[in-house]
C-alpha cells in the first residue's frame, strides 16, 4: 500500500526513536526510578496486536513507548490534536479521536493499522481516570480486535499519576507497567452484546493485574478474585 493509499499517517522512525530518547532523559530529570517492567515478551514482535490499557496520567503513553518492544500507534482524544504536546503525539503515531461520538475516521484508521500488521495501544477506559481506580471498559478496543481479527495484549501501569506531585516535592516516583498474555477473540463478528461480554471480561483482567487501590469500578467483581486466583 503506498503512503497516499494509507488512512493514517505513518511513523517516521526517526522522529518516533529520537521522542522515546528524550522521554528517557527526562525520565530521569524527573527523579523516576528504573521502571518495573513484567512481561515484555508477551507482546509479540511480529503481525497486528492491540496492546488493551488502564490510563492514569499524560505519562502512561510515554512510558509505553519507551517499553514497548516495537514502535506503536494510540488512539488520542482529539482536543490534543493542537496541543503542545501534539508534536510528541505525531511522533508516536498518534490517530485522533472524538470521544463524544463514534468516529467512523479514526476507527478506519485505526482497523488500517492492525491490518497492516502494527501495533496499537488503547486506553480502555477512552479517558484518564481521575480517581487513581478504573471506570467502566469501552467497548472499541474488543471492536477493532475483533473486526481485524487481532490478538489483545492486556497491560496495566501505575504510579505515574504520583510522578508531577513528586518533582514538586523532589521526591523519586516508582513505575511499574505489566503486559498480560496475549490472547485472541472468537474468529467471527462479535453482536452488540458479545462485545459487552468480551469488554467486561478485558476489564476484569486488567483489574486482577493491578493493585486492588486501582481497580475502581471492578474491585468488588466476581470474576476478579477469579483471576486473581489464575495469576498467583
Known amino acids: 500500500m503506498s503512503r497516499a493509499e494509507r488512512p493514517y499517517r505513518p511513523i517516521n522512525p526517526l522522529r518516533y526513536d529520537m521522542v522515546r530518547l528524550s522521554f528517557f532523559i527526562i525520565r530521569v530529570l524527573l527523579l523516576v526510578r528504573p521502571i518495573k517492567v513484567i512481561g515484555r515478551d508477551n507482546v509479540p514482535r511480529e503481525g497486528p496486536v492491540l496492546i488493551a490499557m ?3 496520567s499524560f505519562f502512561d503513553s510515554p512510558v509505553m513507548g ?3 518492544p516495537r514502535r ?3 488512539l488520542v482524544a482529539r482536543e490534543y490534536q493542537k496541543h503542545v504536546f501534539s508534536i510528541i503525539s505525531n511522533a508516536g503515531g498518534a490517530i485522533y479521536i472524538d470521544r463524544d461520538e463514534v468516529d467512523k475516521s479514526a476507527l478506519k484508521e485505526a482497523m488500517a493499522v492492525l491490518n497492516d500488521g502494527h501495533c496499537l495501544v488503547i486506553a480502555v477506559e477512552g479517558t484518564r481516570s481521575r480517581t487513581r481506580g478504573m471506570g467502566p471498559g469501552k467497548t472499541g478496543a474488543v471492536y477493532l480486535a475483533n473486526r481485524t481479527n487481532t490478538q489483545i495484549v492486556p497491560a ?3 504510579g505515574t499519576e504520583t510522578i508531577w506531585e513528586n518533582v514538586r516535592r523532589l521526591r523519586r516516583s516508582e513505575v511499574t507497567l505489566i503486559y498480560g498474555e496475549p ?3 472468537p474468529d467471527r463478528r462479535l453482536k452488540k452484546d458479545e462485545l459487552d461480554q468480551h ?3 478485558l476489564m476484569t483482567t486488567l483489574a486482577a493485574m493491578l493493585p486492588e487501590t486501582y481497580r475502581g469500578v471492578y ?3 466476581p470474576d476478579v478474585q477469579s483471576k486473581l486466583t489464575q495469576l498467583t
Do not use: A, I, R
Request: glycine share 4%; charged share 15%.
Open 219 to 221: 474491585q468488588d467483581h
Open 66 to 68: 519507551m517499553h514497548t
Open 72 to 74: 506503536m500507534f494510540g
Open 156 to 158: 496495566v501501569l501505575w
Open 199 to 201: 469488554t467486561e471480561d
Open 183 to 185: 490472547y485472541s477473540l
Open 54 to 56: 488502564n490510563h492514569l
